[in-house]
């Protein structure tokens, strides 16, 4: 299966296109090779389709089980031209106008690491304890501008990202590295979590003021995830973990040009049905049901064997589940259900 952010790697492994601290970034795409990646793009899907759904409850969605502690994010999304890195306007070839300023295509390829993950614990200068990640996050003027507007961050939740876009138009790979951390709270009543950002020293250097551009990119790539964790236990669509059933042959030549060649990370699909080559069930009692997704849905619980249920005669969601194997085999792939923790 190809892989959607075949482009952006291309460019980034010539460093004469990269915009940003390439340090050991040959290094950082290997790492990023064999971990799972979320195609956010495949069978057109778009990042509005994996906002929490409107019916569940307020609760349940505050909180959801990463489906993986490490991971690659691959999604394609419009954004504002509020600080563009670039001063030439010729580069904005894919821009256009939208109410009154300029929209253009990014191509995003976000890599979420463990902030202790081994190869990181190698680089120069970087935190060798979680008490340091907290104090980068608990700067004055941090932890100030957090009590202004009622930010409680999550230190908890921290994770290392190394995010890379290329816009329309434009031929260089826009990179950014850093920390992001969950938050609470916020002046913006209407968004209850929000993600907070760390740059590395690196990142700061290289781009000083007109760093903020790609933090916004970097904040859109770690809220999207959180929704993602949300949609995969309440959405319409189940996450799908699909690998090749023979391994892929590592040809050292080709892979050292073209190291996505021999990338050993699953791709996880969102899909509503499991792939098959047999006939959907047409009746009788014999024949399987075609592996599908089923809707989440409202019930009363009248029967008497819950009457000692809290909501008892009251209406309860029944969120969405799968029918069918949580396995299979198509066309040289394995597919593989993927249950949300909690």
């Known amino acids: 299966m190809k892989r959607p952010d075949e482009g952006i790697l291309k460019r980034a492994l010539k460093k004469r296109y990269v915009r940003g601290d390439a340090t050991r970034l040959e290094e950082f795409i290997k790492v990023g090779l064999d971990l799972p990646l979320f195609n956010l793009k495949e069978d057109g899907h778009k990042i509005s389709e994996f906002k929490p759904d409107s019916t569940v409850a307020a609760e349940d969605l505050g909180w959801n089980e990463p489906l993986y502690d490490e991971y690659v994010m691959y999604y394609e999304s419009l954004f504002q031209l509020t600080d563009y890195p670039q001063t030439d306007e010729k580069r904005l070839t894919g821009a256009f106008q939208h109410d009154g300023g300029y929209l253009i295509e990014a191509k995003c390829c976000a890599m979420v690491l463990n902030p202790f ?70 002046s913006d009543p209407s968004r209850e979590f929000a993600n907070l950002v760390l740059s590395t020293a690196g990142t700061e250097a290289f781009w000083g003021d007109r760093i903020k551009g790609l933090s916004e990119h970097a904040l859109q790539s770690a809220q999207l995830a959180s929704d993602l964790w949300v949609y995969s236990k309440w959405g319409e669509k189940h996450p799908v973990e699909v690998s090749p059933q023979k391994p892929k042959r590592n040809n050292n030549t080709l892979s050292k040009k073209r190291p996505w060649r021999a990338a050993a990370g699953p791709h996880i699909l969102f899909l509503d049905r499991m792939p098959t080559t047999q006939p959907q069930n047409t009746g009788g009692t014999h024949a399987s049901p075609k592996p599908h997704r089923r809707r989440g849905h409202w019930r009363t619980l009248t029967h008497p064997k819950y009457r000692h249920h809290p909501q008892y005669q009251q209406p309860i969601y029944v969120k969405p589940s799968f029918v069918g194997p949580p396995e299979v085999g198509y066309e040289g792939n394995i597919y593989r259900l993927i249950k949300p923790l909690i």
Request: include cysteine; proline fraction near 4%.
């Open 117 to 186: 993950h081994p190869f990181l614990l190698k680089l120069t200068d970087y935190p060798q304890s979680i008490e340091e990640l907290h104090e980068g996050f608990l700067r004055e003027e941090t932890v100030q501008r957090n009590k202004k507007e009622n930010i409680t961050l999550d230190l908890d939740s921290i994770k290392f990202i190394s995010f890379m876009c290329m816009y329309e138009g434009d031929p260089h790979v826009y990179l950014y590295q850093g920390w992001v951390v969950d938050a609470h709270g916020g």
